[in-house]
């Protein structure tokens, strides 16, 4: 005889569901019914969702967790199932549309939180059938104070409910079974058989929420639409989120700081900014400027600034959003007016543009750390772009440097990092010739940059690094790791005994630098010099080698006494 199924709030827990199934030997004629609340808190939501929407003779009823996602609000388990469930999301919306929020057999009523005593069925209200909020307050309204609505049922068929949990056991009380056992928080996953009421459960071992909430912090953060949050509220998100401590949160909501400091800044560019444009226009077209910044949709900032009336709170208040501000930074790029003789207002003085560039270099930095590499390029090159235009060349070169290293990080376009290495060598030369150990760097920099394509390149400006740059004993990684390069570029080369020479080189700067017997330099150089002498078929020295720190001085300098000068 098939069997009616009743599954409590599984929330997510996938694996105990089965499990469960497995111990009813569940078969293909029985019907499977979840009372609601499938996703969220656990692991394996998704896996849930789609055993029920793909296993036919099944249904869910609408729990208050589907119809928060149904209505779009979405508290932080909610948030996690949407960026789990990715693409599918909308998919899920439009899934949860065709629930109903209760089921009927010849043995019971099964709702997903409550029942109204004293009404029928169909006088019932959603809200109260599935427990949101607004359907517990009404209840709250209409029973007497600190009462619950099962000891008001007076029905004479059974209610099976979840929604609250009831504690490892059934609730069976005033002809109400509560079958919700906290499954999430490693209680219980509780299915009830009909017609015979016969209780299974399975033990959850795991409180899944706990580390839910661990696991996804940083993706549900990452995945917020901050661009089109209003400040105000980005700000309480910070500061609700301030206990945090897992490290790569707090670093990403620092991120997120220096990126409303620099939106900050970017507003008192986007005031002098307006006013600059209100003057053009008015000098440009004078008795038509109301005709011609009518057709700027920014045309009430312009009207006020020509009136010299428009404030920093003026744009406070109506570019309320990331992306509202953006927007007008988009509209009044000052490139494109080409007129020389109004450059910039007085107020927009050389500190406040640094403080402006610093800021976009920042913000790059941030756009590349969560992989939008594309805003990131665009954010230095607008500073760059901005330094080259005010004559800062202090600035241009960290945004170079930077542009550099994200392309060379990441990006691996080699020729953007030659062309920002070689700029950066020419403003050193330029602007700051007594900084010569930032030159040494750039151009060690550049010879890295042609490792694999041209060794010939790499020696010639690893030596030019190496000319310049006055080494210290604090140095010594860096200037061994120069070394070690020249003796990768000279065997691409095949010219052996360079080779060998500058992978010494590398053993050895360690070694003059520090007074005692401690390891001669880091594991890659070790790796590189044994494989070097395996092409070589020294395999006595490479025997040497191989006992990498616990080679003594001595032991070094006796192999190559040349070294001892």
Known sequence: MPRTIVIGDIHGCYDELMELLQQLELKDEDFLLSLGDIV??????FEVYHFFKNRPNSKVLMGNHERKHLNGQLNYAQEIVKVQFGIEYPGFLNWLKTLEYAHETPEAIIVHAAFEPNKSRAEQKEEVLCGSTSGERYLTQKLPAESFWQEHYDGKKPIIYGHHVVGDLPQIFNNTYGIDTGACHSGYLTALEL??????????????????QNKWQLPVLQAKNWQEMDF????????????LQNPKVKAFLQNIQKWLNLHEIMLEHLLDKLYVFSTVLTNTHQENFNAVASQYFFKTFL????????????????????????????????????????????????????EIIIGLIDASGFLFDIYNFDKAIKNIEFAINLSVKYDLPDIELQALSHMAYMQAKEINNNEIVIKSLNRC???????????????AYFYYRLGQSYHYSAPEKLIHYHKKALSIQEFTAEDYIS??????????????????????????????IPVQNNSHNAEL?????????????????????????????????????????????
Request: proline share 3%; net charge neutral; hydrophobic share 35%.
């Open 195 to 212: 017609p015979g009421f016969v209780i299974h459960q399975v033990k959850v071992k795991t409180d899944h929420w706990v580390a839910e």
């Open 232 to 243: 105000e509220s980005i700000q309480k998100w910070l500061a609700k989120l301030e206990y």
């Open 425 to 439: 060598i020419k403003i050193v030369e330029t602007h700051f010739p007594t900084h010569k150990n930032d030159l």
């Open 303 to 354: 009207f006020k600034a020509k009136a010299n009336k428009l404030t920093l709170e003026d744009l406070q208040k109506s570019l309320d959003t990331p992306t509202k501000r953006q927007q007008l930074a988009r509209a009044i790029d000052l490139e494109e007016l080409e007129i020389p003789e109004i450059k910039t207002d007085a107020s927009f003085n050389a500190l406040n543009l640094k």
């Open 479 to 508: 200037h061994s790791r120069i070394h070690r390069d020249l003796g990768n570029a000279y065997q691409q080369i095949e010219q052996f005994e360079k080779a060998e020479e500058h992978y010494l080189q590398a053993i050895h």
């Open 521 to 565: 330099g880091h594991s890659e150089h070790f790796d590189q010099i044994i494989r070097f002498y395996e092409k070589m078929n020294r395999p006595d020295l490479v025997a040497v080698f191989q006992k990498r720190d616990q080679i003594t001085k001595d032991d070094f300098y006796n192999l190559y006494p040349h070294f001892r000068q």
């Open 40 to 45: 969220d808190r656990g692991n394996k939501s």
